[in-house]
């Protein structure tokens, strides 16, 4: 019988670790060689008493249909940090990435593709960089970085790479220089960089302070004034604690699929904003729900975490060192007086391996 090529493929993680599969990875005629017993087909020499019977000789065979399409077929493993989910693709033989922007938007279709808030690809680094990441979001947008892709891209490294214990790797990113190292419990902590205050880099249009940053300014959204503060890590951030009548808001009350896309696509944002909304519990504790820019409603947001820090000690609300539960889980947040750099922690998860035609 001939072999049927399904259009998506799934695994789940075992014991055995991704480089035992590197070369799927990496090499896809590898998995699809005419050895692969996936697709070999027996001959057939039926037998019947003392007659012996042999299949007719064929004319010699022409290209398969996989043969012509594996060119097309991207493998990849899924990840996930907090529930914000990713398709990491090996792209380090290439500066181009291996999906278009409109083919991205198709594998993140949580309906008729893959599923997923991103595709992010892994690329040589330049510049005394380890690695370069680029992502795509899933409307096809490409933002300048994401703080729970990048721990997800250091996980991913290191299993392509067979690196075991701590590991350190120097990110290339459009958000610049990215910093994130695998601790000894599996978690990533990472090196965000100086957050970005003043607002024509964020950038916002909202009214400065004297120092040039936007820190509890009032911004109009379908007729309610909402207090904010505007960070950019790397990415922009809108943050906000209350509305204008001051009341400290109830995160959960928060009808996100509402008002989420009139701050993200409001004017005053030029470049489009991440918008996070927050509960203070006490000054280590904040929780927080986020509407991305280019994603919606996610399950966790890294870089918003660590702008909402930034926020919540500009207005007084926390320390320096805080927890910040989203609705994937807790992120530790650490923005450092001594460097002026944000420092995240959590964890990035192996989900399964796959592979599905372009």
């Given at each position: ?5 399904l259009p ?8 055995r670790s991704?480089?035992?599969?590197s ?9 699809h ?5 996936f ?5 057939i020499?039926p037998l ?9 000789k064929m004319?010699?065979?022409?290209p ?10 991207l ?6 940090g907090?529930g ?7 792209n380090?033989e290439?500066?181009e ?9 198709k ?10 808030d ?17 992502i795509?979001n ?12 990048v ?34 419990d ?19 249009k909202?009214p ?15 007729g309610?004034g909402?207090?904010?503060t505007?960070?950019?890590m ?7 604690f209350?509305t204008k009548?001051?009341?400290?808001l ?6 996100l ?7 993200e ?12 909304f ?9 929780k927080?729900r986020?509407?991305e ?35 994937g889980?807790?992120?530790?947040i ?8 944000v420092?995240m922690?959590?964890?990035?998860e192996k989900?399964f ?6």
């Amino acid at each position: 019988m001939p072999t049927t090529s399904l259009p998506l493929a799934f695994s789940l993680p075992s014991r055995r670790s991704l480089p035992s599969i590197s070369p799927f990875l990496r090499h896809p005629k590898l998995y699809h060689s005419k050895s692969s017993p996936f697709l070999r087909n027996p001959s057939i020499r039926p037998l019947f008493a003392s007659v012996s019977v042999d299949a007719p000789k064929m004319a010699p065979s022409q290209p398969s249909f996989l043969d012509h399409k594996e060119s097309a077929v991207l493998h990849f493993v899924k990840y996930h940090g907090l529930g914000n989910d990713f398709i990491m693709v090996d792209n380090r033989e290439s500066m181009e990435p291996r999906v278009t922007p409109e083919q991205a938007m198709k594998i993140c279709n949580r309906n008729f593709g893959v599923g997923a808030d991103g595709v992010i690809f892994v690329m040589s680094g330049f510049n005394g960089t380890d690695y370069t990441m680029r992502i795509f979001n899933s409307d096809g947008s490409e933002p300048e970085m994401c703080g729970n892709g990048v721990r997800c891209f250091a996980r991913f490294i290191a299993e392509l790479e067979n690196l075991h214990g701590t590991q350190r790797f120097r990110i290339h990113t459009g958000a610049g220089l990215i910093i994130p190292e695998i601790q000894n419990d599996g978690k990533v902590k990472v090196d965000m960089g100086q957050p970005i205050l003043l607002a024509p880099d964020v950038p916002t249009k909202l009214p400065a302070n004297h120092t040039g940053a936007v820190v509890r300014a009032e911004i109009l959204v379908d007729g309610i004034g909402w207090n904010v503060t505007c960070v950019s890590m790397g990415n922009p951030h809108c943050v906000t604690f209350s509305t204008k009548q001051g009341e400290p808001l109830q995160v959960d009350d928060i009808k996100l699929e509402e008002v989420g896309p009139k701050f993200e696509h409001h004017e005053m944002f030029p470049s489009r904003t991440n918008t996070e909304f927050v509960q203070v519990f006490s000054r280590s504790h904040l929780k927080m729900r986020v509407w991305e820019r280019g994603a919606g409603a996610t399950l966790a947001c890294g870089t918003g975490a660590c702008a909402v820090v930034v926020a919540a000690v500009l207005e007084g609300h926390a320390e320096r060192i805080c927890t910040v539960d989203l609705p994937g889980g807790p992120l530790e947040i650490e923005w450092r007086e001594e460097d002026n750099h944000v420092y995240m922690t959590g964890p990035a998860e192996k989900v399964f391996y796959g592979s599905i035609p372009l």
